[in-house]
C-alpha cells in the first residue's frame, strides 16, 4: 500500500511539473485573437488594401508618360522616290529608335475625379472593415458566453443528478428493509435515469459550444474567465441608442462613402465634354527608311489639343448612367439606414425584455429551491409523497436552467446593442487592423 501510494503520489507530481501550464483565456484576449486571425477579416482587409492601390494608379496620370521604341529588319519598297530614281523596287536593312514623352496639362479633371472615387471606395472598404471586426467580435462574444453557459448548465445537471442519486439510494434502501414501495423504488430508478441523460445531454452540448468556439476563435476554450455587464458603455434611453447606431455605425458609414464615390464617378463622365490638352516631346532616328538610304533623324515639341465633337451619344449615355449610380447608392444608404435602426430597435427590445423577465426567473429559481428543502423535510416525516419531492427537484433544476440561460441571453443582448451602435471592440479595448483608417480627401 505505501509502494502504491508513492507510486500515487509520483506520478501526479510528474504531471504537475511536465503537463503544460494553462491560464485563464479573458473575452478581450479571445476576441483580439479572433480580430486578428479571422479569415473574413483578413479578405476584408486585403480589398480595402487593393482598393487603395487603385488611387496611385488614377494619379498617375499626374505624371508624365515616357515610351521608347526600337527595331531592325529588312525592309523592300517600291515608291515614287524609289522610280523616280529609276531604281523600282529597293531593298535594305531597315533601322528604327525613336523616344516619346507625354505630359498631360488638362484633361477635364478626369483624373482628380478619378482619385476621389477611389478614396471614397477606400473608405467604404475601411468601414468594411470596421463593421466586419464588430460582427465578427460579436460572434465571438456569443461563442464564449455559449461555452460559460453550457459549463453552468452541465454543472446544474450534475447537481440535480446528485440529488436523484441521493433520493434513489434512499428509496432502495427502503426497499430493500421492506418499508418502502416497489412502485416507488421503479420511480426513483425511472427519475435517476433521466437525470443521467440530463447531464450525458449537456455534456454534449457543451463539446458542441467547444467546438463553435473552435470554429469562431480559433482554438479551444480554456479555463474561460466569467464575462461582466458592459453597463458602462450603455445608452441611456432608446433614443439615445438610435442616435448613437446612426452616427458611428460603420455599415452606415460605408453606405455613405459610396455616395460619394459615386458622385465622383459623375464628374469622371463629365470630363468627355472638356478638352484635353498634352505636352509632348519625341526624338526618332531611323536608317533606310521608305527606300531611302541613309539615317533620317527628327524632333518634336509639340503642345496637342484634342476635343472630341460627336461620340455617338456615349457620353451623354454615361452622364445618365452614372447619374443613376448615384439615385441607387442613396437608396441602399437609405435602406442601410432603416437596417441600422430596426437593428438598434430590436437590440435594445430585446435586451429589456430579458432584463424585466430575470426578476422572475430569479423568483422562481428561489422559490423553487426553497420548495424543494421544505418537500425534503416534509418526505422525511411522511407528509410528502416521493412523487411530489422527485417533481419538486425537477421544477428546481428546470428554474435553474432557465436562470442561468436568462442570465447569459442578458448578457448577450447587451453586447448586441454595443455592436448595433459600433462600440464593441472599442469597449473590450480590442486593436483593430490598420485597414479601419479611412483616408483623407484631395483638396
Known amino acids: 500500500m505505501k509502494l502504491k501510494s508513492s507510486l500515487g503520489l509520483g506520478g501526479l507530481i510528474a504531471c504537475s511539473l511536465f503537463s503544460p501550464l494553462t491560464s485563464a483565456q479573458s473575452l478581450q484576449e479571445a476576441i483580439q485573437k479572433t480580430i486578428d486571425e479571422n479569415p473574413k477579416i483578413q479578405s476584408a482587409k486585403s480589398e480595402r488594401s487593393a482598393v487603395e492601390h487603385e488611387i496611385s494608379q488614377a494619379r498617375s496620370a499626374y505624371f508624365p508618360t515616357v515610351d521608347i521604341t526600337a527595331g531592325i529588319g529588312w525592309e523592300q519598297s517600291t515608291n515614287p522616290t524609289t522610280r523616280s530614281r529609276g531604281d523600282g523596287t529597293v531593298s535594305y536593312g531597315r533601322e528604327e529608335a525613336s523616344i516619346q514623352l507625354n505630359q498631360m496639362i488638362f484633361d477635364g479633371f478626369a483624373a482628380s475625379s478619378e482619385i476621389n472615387r477611389h478614396q471614397a471606395r477606400t473608405n467604404a472598404k475601411a ?65 435517476l435515469a433521466l437525470a443521467k441523460k440530463n447531464a450525458l445531454s449537456e455534456s454534449g452540448n457543451l463539446k458542441d459550444a467547444e467546438t463553435a468556439f473552435l470554429r469562431i476563435i480559433g482554438e479551444f476554450p480554456k479555463d474561460l474567465q466569467p464575462i461582466l455587464e458592459p453597463v458602462t458603455a450603455f445608452p441611456i434611453n432608446l433614443d439615445a441608442a438610435v442616435e448613437q447606431a446612426v452616427s458611428n455605425h460603420p455599415i452606415l458609414k460605408s453606405a455613405n462613402a459610396d455616395i460619394d464615390s459615386a458622385f465622383a464617378q459623375h464628374e469622371t463622365a463629365k470630363a468627355a465634354y472638356m478638352p484635353r490638352l498634352d505636352v509632348q516631346v519625341s526624338a526618332s532616328h531611323n536608317v533606310d527608311m521608305d527606300g531611302i538610304k541613309g539615317k533620317n533623324e527628327d524632333a518634336l515639341a509639340m503642345l496637342r489639343l484634342r476635343y472630341n465633337l460627336f461620340n455617338g451619344g456615349k457620353d451623354v449615355a454615361r452622364r445618365k448612367e452614372t447619374a443613376e449610380r448615384i439615385n441607387q447608392a442613396k437608396n441602399i444608404r437609405d435602406n442601410t439606414y432603416r437596417q441600422v435602426v430596426e437593428s438598434m430597435r430590436l437590440s435594445w427590445v430585446a435586451h429589456q425584455t430579458i432584463k424585466e423577465q430575470m426578476k422572475f426567473f430569479r423568483a422562481h429559481k428561489d422559490s423553487s429551491i426553497r420548495s424543494y428543502a421544505a418537500y425534503q423535510k416534509q418526505f422525511n416525516i411522511g407528509q410528502r409523497t416521493l412523487l411530489d419531492l422527485l417533481d419538486s427537484a425537477n421544477e428546481m433544476f428546470v428554474s435553474k436552467s432557465a436562470y442561468t440561460n436568462a442570465k447569459y441571453d442578458e448578457i448577450f443582448a ?26 483623407e480627401k484631395d483638396s
Open 127 to 191: 468601414y468594411t472593415v470596421f463593421g466586419q471586426a464588430e460582427i465578427t467580435a460579436l460572434n465571438a462574444v456569443e461563442a464564449y458566453i455559449n461555452v460559460l453557459r453550457r459549463q453552468d448548465l452541465l454543472t446544474l445537471a450534475k447537481e440535480n443528478l446528485l440529488v436523484h442519486q441521493k433520493t434513489n439510494d434512499q428509496i432502495q434502501l427502503r426497499s430493500r428493509r421492506g418499508v418502502g414501495k416497489r412502485a416507488d423504488a421503479d420511480q426513483s430508478s425511472g427519475r
Open 414 to 439: 447587451q453586447y448586441r446593442i454595443l455592436t448595433s451602435k459600433g462600440a464593441l471592440n472599442s469597449f473590450l479595448g480590442v486593436k483593430l487592423p490598420k485597414e479601419v483608417k479611412t483616408i
